[in-house]
T-cell receptor, first 114, second 114 residues
Framework: AQSVSQHNHHVILSEAASLELGCNYS??????LFWYVQYPGQHLQLLLK??????LVKGIKGFEAEFIKSKFSFNLRKPSVQWSDTAEYFC????????????FGTGTRLLVSP | GAGVSQSPSNKVTEKGKDVELRCDPI?????LYWYRQSLGQGLEFLIY????????KSGLPSDRFSAERTGGSVSTLTIQRTQQEDSAVYLC????????????FGPGTRLTVL
């Protein structure tokens, strides 16, 4: 069965610091990869996704992620965080077939202090 | 409406009672999903509907859980004889077909079983 690991459960950064959140998945086949974000009091929303092509994916709000197939990783990065990036971040994967359920990691809570 | 809507937003019930949670997906989205978000557990897949195909019920935790989708649109998740461990936020999402499409999430229903 697929699984997704997010190694950092809580991250605290100061504004302007760089961010990298780890995500590793276990599945041997072709996958689609997603990062979702949940801001306080808001719905889950998509930050970015990878399904083919350039393994460096750019998303909204200056976020990017790199798919490294050999490492089964899809780490999320942002060069300079803002206070408004305080949120919970979820990595998710699904199989690149007709089977569409998302398997989520347990999430990383990011707190950015001003 | 523009997004996925869910009702009620909060539900408090007594152990042993049945509850129904409702989801209205985005118009035109053929795929509908239910997930559960428990404290410290991340998001757990429950059930998936795609068009007129038989639903994928592989994530339902017990036979107390069931869901239906009427007319290819609105969905209802029913939990019979609720238990305290059913307390969680139940999230509904919808998407267009194909696995790499973004799933749009609703605001969730927070269920508390006393």
């Amino acid at each position: 069965a697929q699984s997704v690991s997010q190694h950092n459960h809580h991250v605290i950064l100061s504004e302007a610091a760089s961010l990298e959140l780890g995500c590793n998945y276990s599945y041997g086949g072709t996958v689609n990869l997603f990062w979702y974000v949940q801001y306080p009091g808001q719905h889950l929303q998509l930050l970015l996704k990878y399904f083919s092509g350039d393994p460096l994916v750019k998303g909204i709000k200056g976020f990017e992620a790199e798919f490294i197939k050999s490492k089964f990783s899809f780490n999320l990065r942002k060069p300079s965080v803002q206070w408004s990036d305080t949120a919970e971040y979820f990595c998710a994967v699904n199989e690149n077939t007709g089977f569409q359920k998302l398997v989520f990691g347990t999430g990383t809570r990011l707190l950015v202090s001003p | 409406g523009a997004g996925v809507s869910q009702s009620p937003s909060n539900k408090v019930t007594e152990k042993g009672k049945d509850v129904e949670l409702r989801c209205d997906p985005i118009s035109g989205h053929t795929a509908l999903y239910w997930y559960r978000q428990s404290l410290g557990q991340g998001l757990e897949f429950l059930i998936y509907f795609q068009g007129n195909s038989a639903p994928d019920k592989s994530g339902l935790p017990s036979d107390r859980f069931s869901a239906e989708r009427t007319g290819g649109s609105v969905s209802t998740l029913t939990i019979q004889r609720t238990q305290q461990e059913d307390s969680a936020v139940y999230l509904c999402a919808s998407s267009l077909a194909l696995s790499y499409n973004e799933q749009f999430f609703g605001p969730g229903t927070r269920l508390t079983v006393l």
